[in-house]
C-alpha cells in the first residue's frame, strides 16, 4: 500500500525548525514535500555548526548537522523569490499544490503576491498554513518569534529549573517542536475538512499561542487557583514521590502515580510501614508531608545501584528508570530494538569537502500498521532537485539555464 499522505504535494517555504519540522513529519508519510530554499546560502539551519556532518574519513565538512534534523524526505529547489521570475515559478507550483508552509513575517510574502489571498484566489483547494511568532492579529503580530523568546514570555521558563535557582529554558527547542506537531495536526484536519468543502483554508499558527497551550496541568492549575506555580526542579507540583533520587552509583528516577504503587515501592524496599504512615497514605498527603517523604526515601536509595533498583522494582510495576545521556539512551536495549535511529545513505551533498555519504537521524515515532511512515530521501543537498523540479513543471533545459544564468535559481 502507498504511503498514507503519497498523493498529497507540499510546498514548503519555512525555514529553520517549526515549519520544516511539520513538513517533515508530512514527508515521513509520504507527502511530495518541495522544499524552497535561498540561492547560495538556503536554510539557515544548513549553517547552524559545530555539530558538522562528516565525510568519510571522519573530518568535519561545512553542513551542519541541525539541518538534518527536520528535512529528510525532502526535495530542494533553489528560488530567488525577490525576482519575478522566481515569484512565478512558485505560484506555478503552489497552483497544483495541496499544501503550502510558511515563517515568513506577518505580511512578508504579500510583497511578492504570495500571500494566502494571492495563492487562495490562483488555487481555491490550497491549505496555507502560516507560521509566526505571535499570530496574524493582535499587538505583537508583526514581531519576530523565536522558540527561546516564546518559552520566556509564556512562563515555560519560570516553571523549569531548579527550585530557588534561575529560570532555564529546556534543552531542546520544544515550543518549535511542539508547533510542528500542531501545524501538522491543523493541516490534516483541513484536509479532512477539504473532502466536504472542496476547498482550503489558511492555518493561522503562533508559537506563543503553543507554548501557553503546553503549560497543560501548570496552567490549568494557576486559571483555576490563581497560584503562579514556581520552579521546583525535577520534583512533580501534584506527585510524590516522582522525581530523581541519588543510588550508590548515580542516580535514578523514581516515577510513583498512584498509591497502589507507592505500596509496592515501600515492600520492595524494605519499609512497608511507609505505605501506612499516616502522612503518607495518599498521594496528596504525600505531596504535603514532601519534605519528610524524600528525605526518608533518599537514605534508603542510597543503599543500591541504580541497575540494582532498576531489576528490583521491574517486575513490581513500579515506575524507576536510568538517568541517561545521549549515548547511554541510544544504546539502551529498547531504543534499539525499536529501530529509532536509522541511517540514510547520500549520493552527494554539496560541500567545500569530502562529499558525506550518510546521515543518521531518529525514526519517526509514526507507527502505523498499514500505512508506515517511509524513508526515501535524505536530507537534500542545496537545489539538489532544482533541474527536476523544474522539469517537472513542464521547463525544458534550455529554459532551465536560462533561469540559471539570471541567477533565478
Not at 73 to 85: F, G, H, P
Not at 153 to 159: L, R, W
Not at 339 to 351: D, G, I, R, T
Not at 357 to 362: D, H, I, K, L, Y
Amino acid at each position: 500500500m502507498s504511503a498514507a499522505l503519497s498523493h498529497l504535494k507540499v510546498l514548503d517555504l519555512s525555514r529553520v525548525l517549526a515549519g520544516p519540522w511539520c513538513t517533515q513529519m508530512l514527508a515521513d508519510l509520504g507527502a511530495d514535500v518541495v522544499k524552497v530554499e535561498r540561492p547560495v546560502v538556503g536554510d539557515d539551519t544548513r549553517h547552524w555548526g559545530p555539530p558538522f556532518l562528516q565525510d568519510a574519513d571522519g573530518n568535519d565538512t561545512d553542513q551542519a548537522t541541525y539541518f538534518t534534523a527536520c528535512n529528510r524526505n525532502k526535495r530542494s529547489i533553489t528560488i530567488d523569490m525577490a525576482q519575478a521570475a522566481g515569484q512565478a515559478l512558485i505560484r506555478q507550483m503552489a497552483a497544483t499544490s495541496d499544501v503550502l508552509v510558511e515563517n515568513f513575517k506577518v505580511g512578508g510574502l504579500a510583497h511578492y503576491g504570495l500571500d494566502h489571498a494571492s495563492l487562495q484566489a490562483l488555487n481555491p483547494r490550497l491549505i496555507y498554513c502560516s507560521v509566526t511568532g505571535f499570530g496574524q492579529t493582535g499587538p505583537y503580530a508583526e514581531r519576530a518569534g523565536y522558540d527561546l523568546m516564546v518559552q520566556a514570555m509564556s512562563g515555560m521558563m519560570s516553571i523549569t529549573g531548579p527550585a530557588g535557582g534561575a529560570p532555564q529554558k529546556v534543552g531542546v527547542a520544544v515550543i518549535d517542536l511542539f508547533t510542528g506537531v500542531y501545524a501538522c495536526s491543523a493541516i490534516l484536519a483541513a484536509i479532512e475538512a477539504r473532502h466536504r468543502t472542496g476547498l482550503g483554508q489558511h492555518i493561522d499558527m503562533a508559537l506563543l499561542d503553543v507554548g501557553m497551550a503546553i503549560l497543560a496541568n501548570q496552567a490549568a492549575g494557576f486559571l483555576n487557583t490563581g497560584t503562579v506555580p514556581q520552579r521546583q526542579g525535577n520534583t512533580h507540583p501534584s506527585l510524590a514521590p516522582y522525581q530523581d533520587f541519588p543510588t550508590a552509583d548515580g542516580a535514578m528516577l523514581l516515577a510513583i502515580g498512584n498509591d497502589g504503587q507507592f505500596a509496592r515501592f515501600c515492600a520492595a524496599a524494605g519499609h512497608p510501614e511507609w505505605a501506612t504512615d499516616p502522612r503518607f497514605t495518599t498521594n496528596t498527603l504525600r505531596v504535603r508531608h514532601r519534605a519528610e517523604l524524600i528525605s526518608a526515601l533518599e537514605w534508603v536509595t542510597r543503599t543500591r545501584s541504580t541497575a540494582q533498583w532498576i531489576t528490583l522494582l521491574e517486575d513490581k510495576a513500579v515506575p524507576c528508570g536510568p538517568i541517561n545521556d545521549m549515548g547511554q539512551a541510544f544504546a539502551d536495549a529498547q531504543v534499539q530494538a525499536r529501530s529509532l535511529k536509522v541511517n540514510q545513505p547520500v549520493a552527494q551533498v554539496e560541500s567545500t569537502q569530502t562529499a558525506i555519504t550518510s546521515v543518521a537521524s531518529v525514526a519517526s515515532p509514526l507507527r502505523l500498521t498499514a500505512t508506515p511512515p517511509v524513508l526515501h530521501r535524505a536530507p537534500p543537498g542545496l537545489g539538489e532537485h532544482t533541474d527536476e523540479v523544474l522539469a517537472g513543471l513542464g521547463l525544458d533545459a534550455a529554459a532551465i539555464a536560462s533561469l540559471r544564468a539570471g541567477g533565478v535559481v
